[in-house]
Nanobody
Framework: VQLQASGGGLVQAGGSLRLSCVAS???????MGWFRQAPGQGRVFVAA????????YYADSVKGRFTISRDDAKKMVYLQMNSLKPEDTAVYFC??????????????YGQGTQVTVSS
């Protein structure tokens, strides 16, 4: 599975961005997720969506502001980010998991996209 994220950019606090991730290869029945890594910090979980599309999971820091979704026909995963804060500034990565149950073990990560939120 190969993953490529896009859609990052510079936005003012309170603004919105939508990240996209295109998957290639065998992607059937993969749970999908988003992670982020701020400068000098480790990669942390942001959101996940089950391969069925009927379950979603979020880090507490983004609940109510971010929404993950998927379009399997297009092999795409999205992260709609609203009410952005400066602390959301990070490189965002999409990921894929073949695990059966949550919490997922993540097997693939893609290249990231930079999100910068100015105050």
């Amino acid at each position: 599975v190969q993953l490529q994220a896009s859609g990052g950019g510079l936005v003012q606090a309170g603004g919105s961005l939508r990240l996209s991730c295109v998957a290639s290869g065998r992607t059937i029945r993969y749970n999908m997720g988003w992670f982020r890594q701020a400068p000098g910090q480790g990669r942390v979980f942001v959101a996940a969506i089950a391969w069925t599309g009927d379950s979603t999971y979020y880090a507490d820091s983004v609940k109510g502001r971010f929404t993950i979704s998927r379009d399997d026909a297009k092999k795409m995963v999205y992260l709609q980010m609203n009410s952005l804060k400066p602390e959301d500034t990070a490189v965002y990565f999409c990921a894929a998991s073949g695990s059966h149950y949550y919490p997922y073990e993540w097997h693939y990560y893609g290249q990231g996209t930079q999100v910068t939120v100015s105050s």
